[in-house]
């Protein structure tokens, strides 16, 4: 009765574009799906993404390539009103030479270790005795006698008996976020955090850390899964064994860097926007292959699909290749703000940035209508097992532009991989599989057709 209501409500809205049946719209995602599986091209941009320019932090000249790089992209697929727009970002530069090793009964053992984003590197090369914790409260419980001038090893793993990585990666996430400034209150040298991975290998993994105001700034670094087992262990026979650290990173001042953005124009509400995107920037190791070039290729893939179909769209289909999600998110703050300063009205927003991995659906952030509405749409993508229509968080870039009537969305790959490669050496473009990218193109261009054309 709701859905029957919702429909004449919005029928008597459109006017000339009445509302179309379950077939119609069953046909039309059947072709969406069979143009991009069939031609769609955003494997290829992937692989440019990744193999032409690589790494692209933010402030880096690889971020400059990569926006260059997604404006004649889009561009080149003759979208409307392509434009950059500026944003400030941090400059962090990883430097030269980070190393770290432990020594025990007269021998040495290096360890797989990188920079956390955002650490200060190292004024000398630090050596220390290490002490293990796997919380916050076990700090405390052994108080600065017994950590300062000491490094310690967050070695908390992430749980790997919870089904969602996600939950798994933010159960161990305080550890590298917080745990430098934590450790700092103790009078701590340094500290290297597990890598968050459920993946058992020696491939560290960075991430943003930040500083709290009111303590000294001390280096912090990733140490692969494999070490930081290994120096616990050793630690067991040996406690007074003793880790020498090098980190060279450091931070300049922050630079003018942009998002890109490019339009497809809607025909009935052209004021009105659904905005689809990623990000851009990745950390300076690996390529940036899940996170997030796979999200940017299957973003500017929708606008491409929409556009070869002919897809009448009533309000502006916006692609964002957001800027700087990674250390600190003023892409996606920029982007809300001159949205509101300029009275923009988005009536939707769709992120990906969970892994270019085979699609299971979406997590919406929005009332209680729009909630009811997206599960009448369930059985249309029954056809290509994407079934999870969930509430819960949509996407970091989007986020800033919640209020009580934009509905955002985050496209919800499988997760179970994601956290192997994420933020490591290991994510590149050999590890995203091209039917499983294409499919959440697909999922998503499917998702913005039923947006614009059911909506609520
Ligand atoms: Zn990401």
């Avoid at 980070?98 to 009964?105: N, V």
């Avoid at 293990?132 to 908390?156: D, H, M, P, W, Y």
């Avoid at 159960?171 to 040298?189: T, V």
């Avoid at 920037?281 to 929409?306: C, K, M, N, P």
Wanted: aromatic letters at 10%; charged letters at 25%.
């Amino acid at each position: 009765m709701k859905q029957l209501l919702l429909s004449l409500i919005f029928f008597g809205s459109v006017g000339a574009m009445a509302q179309t049946t379950f077939e119609e719209d069953s046909t039309m995602i059947r072709n969406i799906y069979s143009e991009v599986l069939a031609h769609g091209e955003c494997h290829e941009n992937l692989r440019v993404l990744c193999k032409d320019i690589g790494a692209r932090l933010s402030g880096s000249a690889e971020a400059d390539q990569a926006i260059a790089w997604g404006k004649a992209l889009l561009e080149n697929y003759g979208f409307q009103n392509v434009h950059l727009q500026e944003v400030e970002v941090p400059h962090w530069v990883r430097g030269e030479g980070e190393y770290g090793y432990f020594e025990s009964a007269g021998e040495r053992h290096p360890t797989n270790i990188c920079a956390l984003g955002g650490s200060v590197g190292c004024s000398g090369v630090i050596t220390a005795e290490v002490v293990e914790v796997k919380t916050f409260e076990e700090l405390e419980a052994l108080g600065r006698e017994r950590i300062e001038g000491k490094i310690v090893l967050f070695n908390r793993p992430m749980d790997p008996l919870l089904i969602n990585t996600g939950a798994a990666y933010g159960g161990a996430y305080n550890q590298r976020g917080q745990g430098a400034s934590e450790a700092s209150r103790y009078g701590a040298a340094a500290v290297l955090v597990r890598s968050l991975t459920h993946a058992l290998d020696t491939f560290p993994h960075t991430g943003g850390m930040h500083y709290d105001d009111d303590v000294e700034r001390i280096p912090a670094a990733a140490i692969s899964t494999v070490h930081a087992s290994e120096l616990s262990e050793a630690l067991k026979r040996d406690p007074k064994l003793r880790y020498t650290l090098y980190l060279g990173c450091q931070r300049f001042e922050d630079k003018m860097q942009a998002n890109v953005i490019g339009e497809l124009p809607g025909s009935v509400y052209p004021e009105e926007y659904i905005v689809v995107g990623g990000h851009l920037d990745s950390w300076d190791i690996g390529e940036g292959a899940h996170d997030d070039g796979a999200g940017i290729v299957q973003s500017i893939e929708v606008l491409r699909a929409l556009q070869a179909l002919d897809v009448p769209l009533k309000r502006t289909l916006r692609v964002v290749l957001y800027i700087n999600e990674e250390n600190g998110n003023n892409g996606g703050e920029t982007y809300a703000r001159v949205a509101r300063e300029t009275g923009m009205n988005h009536y939707a927003a769709i992120e990906s940035d969970a892994g270019g991995f085979t699609p299971r659906g979406f997590r919406l952030q929005g009332n209680d209508e729009q909630y009811e509405v997206m599960k009448t749409w369930q059985p249309l993508f029954e056809p290509y097992n994407v079934h999870l229509f969930k509430r819960g968080f949509s996407g970091v870039d989007i986020g800033p532009l919640k209020n009580d009537t934009t509905a955002l969305f985050g496209l919800v790959p499988d997760g179970q991989r994601y956290f192997d490669y994420h933020h490591s050496n290991r994510d590149t473009f050999e590890n995203v599989n091209k039917r499983e990218l294409e499919l959440g193109a697909a999922t998503i261009a499917s998702l913005v057709y039923l947006v614009d054309r059911r909506g609520w």
